[in-house]
């Protein structure tokens, strides 16, 4: 397992948070996901063929944006 870790722009309110928790958690590969409101910040853990692309994209996708990656 390895962590990925993103800045979120655009994730605001639970509902927010909620709806890229659920889709984070939709994908087999992807076995936890914290997400942090007041720093903007998801972390998840995911398995080792997982890509960083895969992941901005499926947050994307959903209407957010996504500045940086972060280190976890």
Same mark, same amino acid.
């Given at each position: 397992?390895?962590?990925?870790? $993103?800045? !979120? #722009?655009?994730?605001?309110?639970?509902?927010?948070?909620?709806? *890229?928790?659920?889709?984070?958690?939709?994908?087999?590969? *992807?076995?936890? !996901?914290? *997400?942090?409101?007041?720093?903007?910040?998801?972390?998840?853990?995911?398995?080792?063929?997982?890509?960083? !692309?895969? *992941?901005?994209?499926?947050? #994307? #996708?959903?209407? $957010?944006?996504?500045?940086?990656?972060?280190? !976890?």
């Amino acid at each position: 397992m390895k962590k990925l870790g $993103f800045l !979120v #722009e655009g994730m605001k309110c639970g509902a927010c948070k909620g709806k *890229i928790e659920k889709s984070l958690l939709a994908q087999e590969n *992807i076995s936890k !996901v914290d *997400i942090d409101l007041n720093e903007k910040s998801v972390v998840l853990e995911c398995s080792e063929e997982t890509s960083t !692309v895969e *992941i901005k994209n499926s947050i #994307e #996708e959903l209407g $957010f944006t996504i500045p940086k990656s972060l280190r !976890v």
